[in-house]
């Protein structure tokens, strides 16, 4: 029994949705992702990624879905010649207050009046509601790109997002999702797979939730909504993966370490299959 894993994991799974959210926006103990704490490196390997697939960002609106409260990401992307950005994040996460001196940076994108700093809704768009009511009411315009970093694995239902997302992007849009595969007690990358769905969902999933999916779970996913899927492999840790094999639920476990031991994947997806619009 891990019990240094096992306390910290309790207290999270039963801590009340506003300490989260007050610790979230104070960056206290609980550490945000990286679009909060670091959007130049999110930034960065967008744009690794759009240029490996040459995906040109020039005038695109693009949607960053769980941005994580920080504009920056969005202003970094207008800079590099998006048109418009779309930011989505979940009904009651705490937005933040927009930092002045990234206004003042970026000026163009953001109106100043009585003291108070918005961004222009023509290069910015912020959207706290749930996506499914968003994609249902036509809020939102035709999407070129859909961008996220480590948001998928923490989706309650992917299946439903996965098809709201292929409606909302253009037939000729794309998706970059970074998938983080990891236990984000990250000390024990795997050691969330080593418990029955009962206990997790009972005792330890944290209230932010972890799916636990793995990466053959997401390509099955992505086929299902996009007719060109490509997953790549970032990282992985079979030091961490074979000092727990035998403990990891048979479910979690294809037979192939190559596959079981990733960590981290990316997701580039296009040619929706399923339109809407």
């Known amino acids: 029994m891990n019990i240094p894993y096992l306390i910290p994991r309790i207290i999270r ?4 949705d506003n300490i989260v959210n007050f610790l979230l926006k ?4 609980i550490a945000p992702g990286i ?28 949607m960053i879905f769980g941005y994580g409260g920080n504009l920056a990401t969005a202003c970094l992307l207008l800079g590099a010649g998006a ?4 930011l989505c994040e979940r009904k009651g996460f705490p937005q933040s207050s927009i930092d002045p001196q990234l206004a003042a940076q970026y000026s163009n994108y953001f109106k100043f009046r009585n003291n108070s700093i918005k961004p222009k809704p023509e290069y910015i768009q912020v959207f706290h509601q749930d996506l499914h009511q968003l994609a249902q009411s036509y809020a939102l315009p035709p999407i070129d790109l859909v961008l996220s970093f480590s ?3 923490h989706l309650i239902n992917p299946e439903m997002i ?5 409606w909302v992007i253009k037939i000729d849009g ?7 595969l990891r236990d984000h007690y990250f000390k024990y990358p795997f050691e969330m797979l080593c418990y029955s769905k009962r206990t997790w969902q009972t005792w330890l999933n944290p209230t932010s ?14 086929r299902t909504y996009f007719t060109k899927v490509e997953i790549s492999i970032d990282n992985r840790d079979e030091t961490a993966f074979l000092a727990n094999e035998g403990r990891i639920r048979d479910e979690f476990k294809t037979g192939d370490r190559k596959k079981d031991s990733v960590t981290r994947i990316s997701v580039f997806a296009a040619k929706p299959i399923s339109k809407k619009r």
């Open 35 to 62: 679009e909060t704490k670091a959007p130049q490196e999110a930034f960065k390997q967008y744009i690794e990624k759009l240029d490996r697939h040459e995906f040109d960002l020039n005038h695109k609106k693009v």
């Open 26 to 29: 104070k960056q206290l103990i």
């Open 174 to 180: 794309a998706q970059i999702h970074f998938i983080d």
């Open 83 to 86: 048109g418009q950005v779309i």
């Open 162 to 166: 996965t098809k709201e997302l292929a």
């Open 209 to 222: 939730n972890l799916n636990r999916m793995r990466m053959v779970d997401f390509e099955k996913l992505f």
């Open 151 to 153: 948001v998928y694995e």
């Open 13 to 16: 799974h039963f801590l009340p």
